[in-house]
């Protein structure tokens, strides 16, 4: 059998270094056959809204746009979630990728060391649009200094409390210190809540608000070096308060992937307090016929600040172009559209939140019933390290992070070797 | 024969016991299909108290083109399983009955193929099929669907087509009939049971498909049920009521298909008898 091992192995090395080759090469070629065709361009855009989303999209977006770009057709395609990277992939290295695409911000520089996408800070108009979005949305766009997408929408996490519980435990307003945070988690487990601190799981948007809030970091400012950030004292001392946490029962089950869920425990009035974005009223005040309603029933807050302050983690989407797009001019210009405020405006409706500044603090968007405080507390929300290594390197960081909360390992040990795993990735 | 009293209600014991364990989950999920709004997947107490309704069903029927998407499905898997059968059958009878050079590494080739997982293969894949231009067409995803459907039904048809008597063979070969007849006439009928397992297991695994079909499948309006199916899973949240509903509807086709073809379920003797000893 030993000749079958080998030879599988072989296969297996060569299909990867095929694969690798083919999404590495297809940059080079563009531009060319979009040149002098006065022919309407179609160009395809594979997006991942949801079902108001999208509905958004197809009936006022695409129209507009079509309106004021008339020489321009948009094909919109839905993407689904699973497998979204691989499909990816397969686009790329088969030059069969869309022109755009709307992808989640930590997969940007991924692709963009991968050569997959177009660069975008030398287009005709960037700078204008760099002035007109937030600046940390903005910089997850970011891969070897220079810009290879446009952040279509931006969010964060904000806390969300429960209205019975602080009723029962007698807090009458939401948190704003980290101590006054746990002393009241403290009271609602007194007063019989499930679980108080409701953190979504042991990876890193779920915990990455409290560990920055209690002053902990993950690397230095240009995000080259993990070791003695990620493992800094205050990084420690982080880690060992949520362990600390989980070991007094503050929080929730869902540290440990435990029942019930987040918005279950807060639905059903078990858990006093979660953390989540702006999705969490958007789809559950659109729910007919359920007695919870997320408006009345819970009071939102920044994230409790601490030592590093009230930190929030931001999520959201960019627009990228692809290296092998075979109109990035027309491509370019829907990006660019996309990101003034009109249309920015228009998306906003559904609760998604505009990174473009001037369509961010209009008035109209601020009346939706909750996007104050999103809005706010991105002011001081920060990104996960915009690394083309960061998804390996979170494994390491959830890893480690986890048999701390479990007992199974001491957070010193589990952050300097979690910091010097991710050091070695970045070489 | 007598049987123990006892010993039977043991076995049926666990006999029933089995039934549960297997059955609950599925039974859960149908209830589940009748809470509304589930975006946390409900309890046992919210679940077992539901009233049966359709609801969750009409919506998700009427949703996201799900019904164009089964119509789809059935034409993709229902061509991919009579091809990969037929084409399986017949290089199955070519590896029982001729001899030609580098046979059984050829066949050891066609085992080994079936070890790879599909994600590793899926770029060189698309790029052959990119390059014979069948990017976007249903004809690009039966290549891949019946190519690789033809490597398992080849090896599982093989075992059977070699039980299959020398002396009919040879009763056919006498009477002047020539490999298209023994195939039509004298295999393919006996190996009944074992095509009807194939069919059933082709057709369930080109039906479930959801990786191959999303990347070679461009166009919305002809993607199949599965990537449907994913449709209904949100990005931060999800209905599952939706979500078990959808699957349901989509498991049907392949329980019936067990149904009917559940009675030629591998069944040995059917050529018992047919040579005297």
Not at chain 1, 21 to 44: H, M, Q
Not at chain 1, 188 to 194: C, L, N, Q, R, S
Not at chain 1, 251 to 260: D, K, N, R, W
Not at chain 2, 13 to 19: D, F, P, Q, T
Request: glycine share 8%.
């Amino acid at each position: 059998m030993k000749w079958f091992k080998s030879l599988m192995a072989g296969v297996s090395i060569s299909t990867l270094l095929l694969a690798t080759a083919c999404s590495g090469g297809g940059g080079e070629k563009a531009d060319g056959d979009n040149k002098g065709s006065k022919d309407k361009v179609t160009i395809e855009y594979w997006h991942t809204y949801g079902d108001q989303e999208e509905k958004v999209l197809v009936d006022k977006i695409k129209p507009l746009f079509e309106k004021e770009h008339p020489e321009i057709e948009l094909k919109l395609t839905r993407m689904p979630y699973e497998g979204l990277k691989q499909q990816v992939i397969a686009g790329v290295s088969g030059d069969a990728a869309p022109d755009l695409m709307r992808m989640d911000i930590i997969w940007v520089p991924e692709f963009a060391e991968m050569g997959a996408l177009k660069e975008v800070s030398s287009m005709d108009g960037f700078d204008a649009v760099k002035e007109s979005v937030f600046e940390g949305p903005m910089a997850t766009n970011v891969f070897e200094g220079k810009y290879y997408g446009v952040p279509v929408n931006t969010n964060t996490k904000v806390a969300i409390y429960n209205k019975a519980i602080m009723d029962k435990a007698g807090i009458t307003e939401a948190p704003k210190t980290m101590d006054e945070f746990v002393a009241a988690s403290q009271k609602a487990k007194d007063a019989g809540a499930k679980g108080a601190i409701g953190i979504g799981g042991s990876f890193s948007w779920g915990f990455l608000p409290y560990f920055w809030s209690l002053g902990g970091e993950l690397t230095n400012e240009d995000y080259t070096k993990f070791d003695g950030y990620l493992n800094s004292p205050e990084s420690i001392k982080a880690v060992e308060e949520i362990a600390k946490w989980q070991k007094d029962k503050l929080a929730a089950p869902t540290l440990l992937g435990g029942e019930p869920g987040t918005w279950d425990g807060m639905k059903k009035n078990e858990y006093f307090m979660i953390d989540d974005g702006p999705w969490f009223y958007s789809i559950l005040m659109n729910e007919e016929g359920s007695k919870f309603k997320p408006l009345e029933d819970t009071v939102r807050g920044l994230m409790p600040e601490g030592k590093g302050g009230s930190r929030s983690v931001i999520g959201g989407e960019d627009l990228v172009i692809f290296a092998n797009s075979k109109h990035p001019e027309e491509a370019w210009t829907f990006a660019k559209w996309m990101m003034t405020t009109e249309p920015q405006k228009i998306m906003s409706e559904t609760g998604l939140i505009p990174s473009n500044k001037e369509a961010a603090n209009d008035p109209e968007f601020l009346k939706v019933p909750f996007a104050k405080e999103y809005v706010e507390q991105l002011k001081t929300a920060m990104p996960r390290t915009p690394i083309p290594q960061w998804s390996e390197i979170e494994a390491i960081i959830n890893q480690n992070f986890e048999k701390v909360v479990r007992g199974k390992m001491s957070a010193e040990d589990a952050m300097n070797d979690a910091a010097k795993k991710a050091d070695s990735l970045l070489k | 024969m007598k049987t123990n009293p006892i010993a039977k209600v043991i076995v049926y014991m666990i006999l029933i016991l089995g039934v549960l364990v297997f059955i609950t989950p599925f039974i859960y999920m149908i209830l589940t299909t009748f809470v509304k709004g589930a975006y946390s997947l409900p309890r046992p107490s919210e679940v077992f108290s539901a009233v049966p309704n359709l609801d969750n069903y009409e919506v998700v029927w009427t949703k996201n083109n799900f019904f164009r998407f089964f119509l789809n499905s059935l034409l993709v898997a229902g061509v991919a399983t009579v091809g990969s059968v037929f084409f399986g059958a017949l290089t199955a009878y070519a590896f029982v009955r001729f001899t030609f050079p580098f046979k059984e590494f050829i066949f050891r080739v066609f085992i080994f193929t079936m070890m790879i997982p599909l994600v590793l293969a899926i770029v060189p894949q698309f790029t052959v099929v990119k390059s014979l231009g069948l990017v976007n067409t249903y004809y690009g995803l039966w290549l891949i669907y019946i190519g690789g459907g033809i490597v398992g039904s080849t090896f599982f048809l093989r075992g059977f087509f070699e039980k299959v008597p020398k002396e009919l063979v040879e009763s056919i070969v006498m009477d002047g009939g020539g490999n298209w007849r023994i195939f039509w006439n004298i295999y393919l009928p006996l190996s009944k049971p074992a095509l009807g397992t194939m069919a059933i297991f082709a057709f369930s695994g080109t039906w479930d498909e959801y990786f191959v079909a999303l990347t070679i499948i461009k166009d919305e309006m002809m993607r199949t049920l599965p990537i449907a199916l994913m449709m209904f899973q949100g990005k931060y949240a999800s209905n599952w009521s939706w979500i078990f509903a959808a699957s349901i509807i989509a498991i049907l086709p392949v329980i019936i298909i067990y149904i009917i073809f559940q009675k030629k379920f591998v069944q040995g003797g059917m050529n018992e008898g047919s040579v005297k000893g």
